[in-house]
Nanobody, 121 residues
Framework: QVQLVESGGGLVQPGGSLRLSCAAS????????MGWYRQVPGKQRELVAR???????DYADSVKGRFTISRDNAKNTVYLQMNSLKSEDAAVYYC???????????????WGQGTQVTVSS
């Protein structure tokens, strides 16, 4: 009933920028937290950034000062502006949202299918 659709991934040179978007759709009662995770082969999926409905944000130390997460509550969309990209940032980026669909009692995490970010010259 809930779907997360990611976009904005692609190929970029080191030092370049990308803007990822993730839109949630379906029968949504509320969205508490939206965030971005990334994963490379052989590594565990890690949190990149997240934003709570009240505006509080968290970032991985490796991206602080370079990435900015934001959300548009009216559109149920979260964005990740990625600047000064490094080769170490290359990964599949997954959108995550903590959503209640049938009222305020139960929330669960939903995941997008992932979007590839490649950083190469």
């Amino acid at each position: 009933q809930v779907q997360l659709v990611e976009s904005g991934g692609g190929l970029v040179q080191p030092g370049g920028s990308l803007r990822l978007s993730c839109a949630a759709s379906g029968s949504i009662f509320s969205i508490n937290v939206m965030g971005w995770y990334r994963q490379v082969p052989g590594k565990q999926r890690e949190l990149v950034a997240r934003i709570i409905s009240g505006g509080t944000t968290d970032y991985a130390d490796s991206v602080k000062g370079r990435f900015t997460i934001s959300r548009d509550n009216a559109k149920n969309t979260v964005y990740l502006q990625m600047n000064s990209l490094k080769s170490e940032d290359a990964a599949v980026y997954y959108c995550n949202a903590r959503i209640s669909v049938n009222g305020p009692l139960f929330q669960r995490d939903y995941w997008g299918q992932g979007t590839q970010v490649t950083v190469s010259s």
